[in-house]
């Protein structure tokens, strides 16, 4: 009898078990859900209201990839969306007559315009509305085609670095006089002395912060054919024999010479002028391996030597940067470390409307002989020349590659 008793009461405990679990919806977690992304045109277009149809938007959850197009009033409808964290991202050219139209002011100095928005890791948990701001980007012919900061590993296996270089590109219909160009490396301290909020707290956005500043040499000029480059070197040396990870820089446009002889230079290539550094005992690029290296190509008349410095936010004493004006950057490529944590955007160094994204290289502390490089266009030019991608967003711009060459796109 006592057997009995057991067995019918654990019966019963599987019967309530199973009740218990049938009033459990299982599918709270994986229900589908909407969302419409609201596009919010740039503070430029104040003039017009028009523009807002036809974009496509583009809603990234690892290496899912959902599109939806705009409406007339600038929305673009996701159904079918599983709850998680979601990049979006929205980018579209404009020419100088559609900036008229929509500004009231004539385009000084370009053919065009790139108007782009995103958001990062964004949750997405029930159905929602979602506004995107969006920036304006004057498209320039000067374009930062190609970053080699990573370094590799020699023959012994030990970090090599002199190989490390940048690379500039002609994007545009014309020939390009670069000479006069600045180079701004910005800051890359482990703590950041400004974040984007201090900077749109003190200076409203209008600058950037910079450790190295050089400069395209201007006693003559350097023109840039379309669909050329300027290779900018730390050493103009062949450096293959260290690994087959490094390339042959002997034929550079300019070098970063090493002062302190710790670097080989070339005597027969043109030196980069250095303007401002933090570091005085270094003379060369410092383009730091493990991903944290924003760089910026700055076009100005005005004396940069002269310009403001300060010290990390609230503080009197340390080392000091300079600030760069934003309205001087023709274009800015934002590079962040590859953690095993993923990307945190939260130390971006440059403002969304420099470079709307990141671009970032697959190792997590570099010496892998990676570069990141800009992406062919499936657009062509009039003259045959390649086109570079340029959405003001390096997510979307750029890749990373460990055989794609100096000069090659």
Known sequence: MKNIKNTLCLMGCNIVAACLLSCIDYDDAT???????????????????????????????????????????????????????????????????????????ELDGATGCTIS???SNHLIREEQTIQLNTNL????????????????????????????????????????????????????????????????????????????????????????????????????????????????????????????????????????????????????????????CAVAILRTDEDVSSWALTYPYGKTSGNQFMLIPKRTIIDGVEALPNKTTGIDVSIKRLLTDIDAGYAHIEARSGWTGEVICRKVSEKTSADGHKLLMDTNNSTNDFYYSTTIKPREY
């Not at 969302?35 to 974009?55: C, D, K, T, V, W």
């Not at 990234?60 to 007339?72: E, N």
């Not at 909020?197 to 040499?217: C, G, M, T, W, Y």
């Open 117 to 119: 928005g995103s958001l």
């Open 137 to 292: 980007a004057i498209n320039r012919d000067i374009l930062i085609g190609k970053v080699y900061y990573a370094g590799s590993k020699d023959n012994n296996n030990r970090t090599y670095q002199p190989g490390k270089y940048l690379e500039l590109y002609n994007n545009g219909n014309n020939p390009v006089d670069v000479s006069g160009y600045y180079i701004a490396l910005m800051e890359s301290e482990s703590t950041q002395p400004y974040t984007l909020e201090n900077l749109h707290e003190a200076f409203a956005d209008s600058v950037v912060l910079a450790k190295q500043v050089f400069r395209i040499p201007a006693d003559k000029p350097f023109m840039v054919a379309p669909g050329g480059t300027v290779l900018i070197v730390n050493s103009a040396t062949d450096h293959r024999d260290n690994n087959d990870m490094e390339n042959d820089l002997s034929d550079a446009d300019f070098e970063a010479k090493d002062t302190q002889g710790k670097t080989q230079n070339n005597p027969a290539v043109p030196a980069l002028e250095l303007i401002y550094t933090i570091y005085p005992s270094i003379s060369n690029m410092n383009l730091v391996q493990n991903g944290l």
């Open 31 to 105: 229900h589908e859900t909407s969302a419409r992304i609201q596009l919010a045109m740039p503070a430029e277009f104040a003039f017009s209201s028009e523009g807002l149809q036809g974009h496509e938007v583009v809603m990234m959850q690892g290496d899912k990839r959902m599109t939806a197009v705009t409406d007339a009033n600038g929305v673009a409808a996701f159904t079918g969306i599983i709850p998680d964290v979601y990049d979006i991202s929205c980018s579209w050219e404009i020419t100088g007559d559609d900036y008229l139209k929509l500004t009231g002011h």
